[in-house]
């Protein structure tokens, strides 16, 4: 059996188009390289608590969706890698064809986080 390196949850918009699509092969990229994962929507956010320990938080969808995650979140520590939806996308830096250079630089830890 295949070690696993950590647990991942995708807070995926699925009003935006190609949110579904993207988050299953985020997901099934991800399980290639040892990580479980987990995948919710943005309307459940408000009611989920934080009650498994994350490697990783991933935002497929605009800056709402980042400050909502962030403010849910922040207390645990954990990175949140968000992936641009939205329609402006002031917060984000990682476009939406960008994602596996983004997810690669998390699994081979050479990621910087911004505080």
């Given at each position: 059996?295949?070690?696993?390196?950590?647990?991942?949850?995708l807070?995926?918009?699925?009003?935006?188009?190609?949110?579904?699509?993207?988050?299953?092969?985020?997901?099934?990229?991800?399980?290639?390289?040892?990580?479980?994962?987990?995948?919710?929507?943005?309307?459940?956010?408000?009611?989920?608590?934080?009650?498994?320990?994350?490697?990783?938080?991933?935002?497929?969808?605009?800056?709402?969706?980042?400050?909502?995650?962030?403010?849910?979140?922040?207390?645990?520590?954990?990175p949140?890698?968000?992936?641009?939806?939205?329609?402006?996308?002031?917060?984000?830096?990682?476009?939406?064809?960008?994602?596996?250079?983004?997810?690669?630089?998390?699994?081979?830890?050479?990621?910087?986080c911004?505080?």
């Amino acid at each position: 059996m295949e070690k696993k390196l950590g647990k991942i949850l995708l807070i995926c918009n699925y009003k935006r188009s190609g949110v579904r699509e993207i988050s299953e092969e985020i997901s099934s990229y991800l399980a290639v390289h040892g990580y479980e994962t987990e995948t919710m929507s943005n309307c459940q956010l408000d009611y989920f608590t934080v009650e498994t320990k994350y490697a990783l938080f991933i935002v497929l969808g605009g800056d709402g969706m980042v400050l909502s995650t962030a403010r849910k979140v922040a207390s645990e520590g954990v990175p949140i890698l968000a992936i641009n939806f939205g329609t402006i996308g002031f917060m984000i830096e990682v476009e939406k064809e960008d994602w596996k250079k983004a997810v690669d630089s998390f699994i081979d830890g050479t990621y910087t986080c911004h505080k």
